[in-house]
C-alpha cells in the first residue's frame, strides 16, 4: 500500500550547463553496413525492412512495431523476431504502448477505457476495462517498479498506482492543490527510483515512490521523450537533448538533414532508431 505524505511545491532555480558531444572512437566499421549515410556524431549500424506505423524501444534494445498487417511484432537488436500479437486491433487503434518493463507490455485503448497486458513474448495476459473500476479519464500510464500499473486519472487529476485487476492501491492529492498551475502529463516514466510526469508545457514532475513530489525540470517542447540510465532524451525539430541527471548537465545534438522524412523517432542506450516508410535505421551516437 502507498504511503502518501503531504506535498508540497518548491521551484529551485535549475542552472544547467551546455556542453557540445564528445566525439570518441569505435570498433564500428561502418564500410560494412549497406548505403550508409553519416556525419560526425551519427554512425549507421543497422537498417530492417519493413512497413510500420508505430515504433517503440525498450531498455534492452527490443524493437516494437506496428505492422502494416495489423500486427504488434517485437524485434531483437539484430532485427529477429522476438514475438507477436496478432489482436492490436481489437478495440481500434491504441492511444500509445508502455515498453518500459520488458517483461511486461501495456497496450492502452483509450477510446474504450481498456489496457492489455502482455508478457516479453507478447502472449496475452489480462486487460482492464477501467470504467468498470469507476476511472473514466486516464491521459497516461506506464507499468510501476513493482510490477503494477501507473495511470493519470484526468478526471480527479491525481497520480495513482493500481495493481492488475484495477483495484487502486494508491494516489497522490489533487494536483490541483499540489500546484499553482496544474500539469496535464501525456507520459509517465517510471525509471532510476523516481517516476516522471512530462507535460510538453509545463516540464517534467518527478515523484519518488510514495507519492510524494520532489523536483521539476523547466525543459519544454520535447518530442519523443524516453528515460533510460540516468538520462533524459528528447527532441526539439532538428537537436537531440540528453539530459544528465545526476550531473545536472545537458548535451546537444544537431540532427543530420539525411534524417528527415521520419513517421517516428526515439534515442535509447545510445542509439537513434528512426521509422521510415520503408523500415527502421539505427544509429548510434559517438
Sequence with gaps: MLKFANFFFTAAALILSL??????????????VQGVQQDSNFKQLHFIPGSYTL???????NIYLITAGDQLKKLKANGDSAGIYNDVKQYGNPSMIDVSNPLKILVYYKSYSTVVILDRFLTYRNSINFRKENIFRIKTLATSYDNNIWIFDDQDLTLKKIDDDGKVLGKTADFRQLFDETPQPMQITDRDNAVYLYDENKGFYIFDYYGSFKSELPFLNWQHVTIANGKILGFINDTLYSYEVNSLSLKTYKLPVFF?????????????????????AIYTIL
Excluded at 55 to 61: F, G, N, P, Q, Y
Excluded at 270 to 279: D, F, H, P, T
Design 19 to 32: 556542453s557540445t558531444c564528445a566525439q570518441t572512437k569505435t570498433g564500428f566499421d561502418s564500410t560494412n
Design 55 to 61: 515504433m517503440d524501444i525498450d531498455v534492452l534494445d
Design 260 to 280: 528527415k522524412d521520419y513517421i517516428d523517432i526515439k534515442a535509447m542506450n545510445g542509439k537513434v532508431y528512426l521509422l521510415k516508410k520503408e523500415g527502421i
